[in-house]
């Protein structure tokens, strides 16, 4: 389908399916994998050597966790299974949208068939316990990168690729929705969390930030959204610390129920933190979701939040650890007019400015136009 100019073919490697925007979403199905059996030996003699440097790599490094040792063999048995297919209707160009699977399929079409290639490398692949199993080998054949914050364009330069060849292209909102009035009375506050029960969201401190609020005598209401491994654990934490009257767990919501909960909310919280496995946020679409309808922004300065959140300019930033310190912003929030609009005025001129999907789109598909030959 002839999209923007741009004829695409979609694959999805896990999941998928159906039609993205009209157009139709090739799956990948797994018992596909049971073919790897003569697949794999006739590609191998087709190019024995892309054989011997993928079994050198097997064999001198260690995958940094189980699940991505098998992203990466998933990857490759998508290679090794349609490269045919591929070499039958060649594509101009290949775009791997994680540095995890689609970059390792990516890269090894490319070193199959010479298929020119991209990729993107976000949050996940970058830190999980210590970056994605070949990163480095994937990205720096590809003909550009893209990331989608600074934190990570300056973490894959601090692997040793080239800096022309590192785009920092963020994600978007399809259209701005209108800004909602600053409530007169913000008593109690509405306060509004929009993660999954992960440890780098760092919800264990966002509950003793509850208990803090409500030691200190601050009226408020809090949602949370979202589901995950922590939610059993954080229920019963919730409890123990006295202010499970004040929170409702939602669990997992569809996107639109997210806006109207924003709709609700005064202030969004993200207490982000730097999880065991290295693992953290880049820069949660909900951020800037909040930020573009009015809601102000509280957050920890972990990660890439901080480049949307500047404090006291478009929101509020505060150490996680530093209970009192969220509590002195909220009541500032709370009871601060002028201030909290001039932070949700400001807020809505950076994603104007920087979370356009329109204008996000239109840069990555300069990108596409510089590298495809004509």
Not at 78 to 93: I, T
């Amino acid at each position: 389908m002839l999209t923007h100019g741009v004829r695409l073919r979609l694959y999805s490697l896990w999941g998928g399916g159906g039609t993205f925007r009209g157009v139709p979403v090739r799956r990948f199905p797994k018992w596909k994998l049971l073919t790897l059996l003569w697949m794999i030996p006739y590609e191998s003699a087709r190019r024995p050597e892309v054989l011997r440097q993928v079994l050198h790599g097997l064999f001198t490094r260690r995958a940094p966790s189980w699940i991505n040792f098998w992203e990466n063999m998933l990857g490759a048995g998508f290679a090794c299974l349609y490269a045919g297919d591929f070499r039958k209707n060649p594509p101009s160009h290949i775009h791997a949208p994680w540095g995890g699977a689609p970059a390792t399929a990516a890269w090894l079409l490319w070193r199959l068939d010479g298929h020119q290639f991209s990729a993107a490398a976000h949050a996940y692949d970058i830190y999980e316990h210590g970056g994605d199993w070949w990163l480095k080998d994937k990205l720096e054949h590809a003909l550009f990168v893209h990331t989608s914050t600074e934190m990570g364009r300056k973490s894959l330069l601090g692997i040793g690729l080239e800096p022309d060849r590192i785009q920092c292209i963020r994600r978007g909102l399809d259209h701005m929705p209108r800004v909602k009035p600053l409530r007169a009375l913000r008593d109690p506050l509405r306060l509004l969390c929009v993660a999954r029960l992960v440890e780098k969201k760092g919800l264990r401190h966002q509950l003793r930030i509850y208990a803090a609020l409500h030691e200190a005598g601050v009226p408020f209401s809090a949602r949370i959204v979202g589901d995950g491994p922590l939610r059993p654990e954080l229920e019963r934490l919730a409890g123990s610390l006295g202010v499970a009257s004040q929170i409702s767990f939602t669990g997992h919501l569809p996107q639109h129920e997210v806006w109207r909960h924003l709709e609700w909310a005064d202030v969004l919280l993200h207490s982000g933190v730097i999880a065991q496995s290295g693992d953290r946020d880049g820069l949660p679409n909900v951020i800037p979701e909040a930020m573009s309808i009015g809601v102000v922004v509280l957050t920890s300065p972990v990660a890439a939040t901080t480049e949307a959140v500047t404090a006291g300019v478009t929101g509020m930033v505060v150490p996680v650890t530093d209970s009192k310190g969220w509590v002195a912003a909220l009541r500032t929030i709370a009871h601060d007019d002028r201030l909290a609009e001039s932070l949700r005025t400001n807020a809505r001129l950076w994603v104007e400015e920087n979370f356009d999907a329109h204008k996000n789109a239109a840069r990555l598909l300069a990108q596409f136009q510089r590298v495809i030959p004509s």
